[in-house]
């Protein structure tokens, strides 16, 4: 499709904080810096993203797209997506995972349907990466056994398409569609998922499929996800043009 390249990057790499006296004021210092951070990011994109989501805007209407009844006109729902991208928390996360989806079926109901799911389950994949990531760390740091972290993997990779059907509320922040030539009809979804309920959700899928593991085995699982800091990175390619 012309109009968006679908193709999502999510790179999240641990950082382990360090431990002393000095802790505390130091992590007290990071928020408050990362809370002034969010304030500019938020400001400066929105900025960008107003002339950005009109001009976007424009070539979906070209390709034949438009925005649901009801729903806000299409420059305002890439507007609001745009600015999702660069959302973090006081911690300096990702707030949001956010999935994407172009699906196309005979009528209207199929497609909206089979593109939510799918936004979805590429959700779950983005958030099974992000754990991936965090198993991979551990090993580097000798915390959990090569022979540990395939096991771990095996149940995160079974318990994926589980994830997806214990997400909660999933913001839906793009939804149009188009008629086709043929009648088929295509819908475009984009969503965003708070990265800390994503991380909740596959946990507990990975705890259920972990049931039959040991004791030791589910301790190791409690020190991946203990990890002392994720640095920020993106988690997806929507950015609006200079």
């Not at 999240?12 to 007290?28: D, E, H, L, P, W």
């Not at 990779?157 to 939804?175: F, I, P, R, T, Y």
Request: proline fraction near 2%.
């Amino acid at each position: 499709m012309k109009a968006l390249n679908f193709i999502l990057a999510l790179a999240f790499v641990v950082a382990f904080a360090s431990c002393g006296a000095s802790k505390q004021n130091t992590t007290k210092t990071v928020l408050e810096n990362n809370r002034d951070r969010r304030s500019v990011l938020l400001a400066d994109f929105k900025k960008k993203a107003t002339g950005a989501a009109v001009k976007e805007a424009k070539k979906y209407k070209k390709d034949g797209y438009r925005n649901f009844a009801g729903d806000l006109p299409i420059e305002k729902q890439i507007e609001n997506a745009w600015v999702k991208t660069v959302d973090v928390n006081a911690q300096g996360y990702p707030e949001y995972i956010v999935g994407n989806a172009q699906v196309t079926a005979g009528n209207v109901t199929a497609a909206k349907s089979q593109a939510l799911h799918a936004a979805k389950v590429e959700i779950a994949s983005l958030t099974s990466a992000m754990i991936a990531s965090l198993i991979e760390s551990s090993v580097a740091n000798n915390e959990v056994s090569s022979g540990e972290a395939q096991t771990l993997n095996k149940h995160l990779q079974a318990s994926k398409e589980l994830v997806v059907a214990d997400l909660g509320q999933v913001a839906k922040d793009l939804e149009i569609y188009r008629e086709l030539p043929n009648k088929n009809v295509q819908v475009i979804t984009r969503l965003s998922y708070s990265s800390t309920q994503a991380l909740a959700a596959a946990r507990n899928q990975l705890q259920k499929q972990m049931q039959d593991e040991t004791q030791e085995l589910h301790k190791k699982l409690d020190q991946v996800f203990n990890i002392g800091r994720v640095q920020l990175g993106e988690n997806t390619n929507v950015q609006p043009e200079e």
